[in-house]
């Protein structure tokens, strides 16, 4: 035979393949391509993803309602500390006296009534000592400033 030994099949390199991971031969045996199974793992995640928005969307309403619940009783406490307070100025005798005379226009026995009307265009201002005083009504702002500017 020539020169030429025949080539013994161990001479050739073989070309290695590497073991297909499990899943992989799992999934091309039944039929799952890549494509397949990413659409199953989207798919996957889309419903994961809905199972927890509900609940969660749940969750955030709720808080905004104990918020608001929160801020309505506060409200309700201020409200029941006013009407508390106007409770002990009614159960006082000299309050009650005032608030007559003042709303009602009520005198005691032996006074005489008297009401002074002031012409239109002033205001009343009532202080604290009970001596009323008459002020001219405020002038618009831009007719104080052409006054102030024709005079000068």
């Given at each position: ?62 808080r905004a ?58 205001i009343a ?28």
């Open positions: 035979m020539g020169g030429a030994e025949p080539t013994r099949r161990s001479d050739v390199p073989q070309r290695t393949v590497a073991p297909r991971p499990l899943v992989a031969r799992i999934g091309y045996a039944v039929g799952i391509t890549t494509a397949r199974r990413a659409a199953l793992l989207g798919a996957l995640v889309c419903v994961l993803m809905l199972s927890v928005a509900v609940p969660l969307r749940n969750y955030v309403g709720q309602e104990l918020a608001a619940v929160y801020e309505q009783q506060q409200m309700l406490t201020d409200k029941i500390a006013e009407l508390e307070r106007r409770r002990s100025l009614l159960a006082d005798p000299q309050h009650i006296e005032t608030q007559a005379r003042e709303r009602l226009r009520y005198v005691l026995p032996g006074q005489a009534p008297y009401l002074v009307q002031l012409p239109p265009g002033t201002t009532g202080n604290t000592d009970g001596n009323d005083t008459v002020q001219a009504s405020p002038q618009l702002w831009y007719r104080q400033l052409w006054k102030s500017i024709n005079s000068g």
